[in-house]
């Protein structure tokens, strides 16, 4: 009998506003796979998503200035994208994964992230 508990794996998700990021998370919650959205984006503190969920698996959802614009009608200005950009530097340089998701489908970043986290072992 199997005494150890099943590891329950921590799958963080950074990127900008409008990237993509609680779309993804509500189509991947799985029982044994917690996907967590780190607001990285608004912190100050380069290393906020270690610190604060220290995941298994970091990835990052990027999108360009005028597609997040598109997505979320958000009314901010260049500067304070590229605030974000930089706020997200170290989660980018440390991610396992990297989408840009300006020409994908909610469905094509659902699958990508499943295909990665399959490859893993964690799915």
Known sequence: ???????????????????????LISAMQQEMVHFRHIAQEHS??????KQLTNPDVLIFLDASYEVTCQRR???WTEAEYSEQH?????????????????????????DLVGKFLHEKGIL
């Open 86 to 110: 930089h706020r997200l530097d170290h989660a980018r340089k440390h991610a396992d994964l990297y989408l840009m998701t300006d020409q994908l489908t909610p469905r094509n970043v659902q």
């Open 1 to 23: 009998m199997n005494t150890h508990p099943q590891k329950i794996w921590i799958v963080g998700i950074v990127g900008p506003c409008g990237s993509g990021k609680t779309t």
């Open 44 to 49: 100050y503190v380069p290393t906020m998503w």
């Open 73 to 75: 009608h958000l009314n």
